[in-house]
């Protein structure tokens, strides 16, 4: 098997057109987009039944196990545009000393810190980058609160890009200057991200740059879809019943949504699961919404949670992941501070992995809903971990001990476990 098939072989593309997610308004294809001409996200639609046609499950098993081997599925149409820094399949991994605490037989997280720059947001960036490559584009900017900054930078040094990164002030350290060391000019901004969203609108037409804020552009949601069709296949097209996701912008539930609806029509599936859209008490306008049973969401003052990928008080796309959750029989739920910091310390300690704290959330947002009798205790549940642990801050670990002096060993087993701490 030649490692580098899927980045490199040439292969038949199904884009129809792109619609606008609000109105159906069709756009054309292979053309730059940014919104559509209601202001909203545009879907990338395919003409399922030739996809259908091109590839089976059995060829697509004999690919190598990256991100592009659903070329058929997704809108870049030649190999020489893609832009990749390997976008690996990520581990399926079972939390056994949840399942136990819990008392539930499958708590299972999808891993995607595995990703390039450490987080879900390589397979958005990664596939947004590549159709603005293809399309030309070579002035970028974004908003971020930390994440999707690293990754646009990654992608774009990859082809020479100019990108323009902007972010809450009290960004973690270590995604500023990752965003900086991979080749991006970027700023702290005194405000949220939706305060560092007005400055990309604002520098528009000034700069010359492709604004690629959340949902702003038609093909992150693309990379994201991966995830659905990933897991699909990983799970040998069966599905968990319940699936629990960190929600900011949304583009990962949308993109989900839309893979599992795509293979639905493509046969492939036959049922699909339940999404729950999960977010702090601290930033929860998606779960008000849900519960006032509306269809967008109001801002969300004073935003402020741990969990900063999640920390998004306004999402364009919010009737979207609102319509993922209500057709799919999910929920959206907020979990609280001390029970993310909790959640990411025990998943650690106890099941030696090391989540972010968004991703630390979907674990507390499933405790939470067993307590509450949202799920059942029996279904096979899935959370997505969303980036590594390691680029947010940790607890302190301040023992120490003197090597020249005489140790005292039974004091050492006495010592406090770091849940205790």
Known sequence: ???????????????????????????????????????????????????????????????????????????????????????????????RSEEARLRTPSIVVKDESRLPTASFKARGLGMGVTMAHELGVQRVAMPTNGNAGAALAAYGSRVDMEVYVFCPADTPEVNVREIAMLGARVWRVNGLINDCGKIVAAGK????????????????????????LELAEQMNWDLPDVIFYPTGGGTGIIGMWKAFNELEAMGWITRKPRLVAVQSEGCAPIVKAYHDGKDHAELWKDAATVAAG????????????????????????????????????????????????????????????????LVDRNERMLLFNCGHGLKYPMPPSDQALDHTAPIDFATLAAAAHPLDL
């Open 310 to 373: 999640i920390r998004v008080p306004a999402a364009i796309g919010d009737f979207l992941i609102l319509e993922a959750v209500r057709k799919s029989g999910g929920f959206a739920i907020a979990v609280s501070e001390s029970a993310i910091e909790r959640a990411q310390a025990t998943a650690a300690a106890r099941d030696g992995v090391m989540t972010s704290p968004e991703g630390a959330a979907t674990l507390a947002g499933l405790e939470r809903a067993l307590e509450e009798g």
């Open 205 to 228: 037409d000034e700069m010359g740059w492709f604004d690629f804020s959340t949902l702003k552009e038609p093909y992150r949601i693309e990379g994201k879809k991966t995830m659905g």
């Open 1 to 95: 098997m030649d490692p580098f098939e899927n980045l490199t072989a040439d292969r038949p593309t199904f884009v129809t057109h792109l619609e606008c997610g609000a109105t159906g308004e069709h756009h054309e294809a292979d053309r730059l987009h940014g919104l559509s001409n209601a202001g909203k996200p545009l879907l990338v639609r395919y003409d399922l039944d030739a996809v259908s046609a091109a590839i089976d499950k059995e060829t697509l098993a004999a690919r190598p196990p990256d991100m592009w081997r659903y070329r058929e599925f997704l809108p870049v149409r030649a190999a020489e545009h893609i832009v990749s820094l390997g976008e690996t399949m990520t581990p399926l991994i079972h939390l």
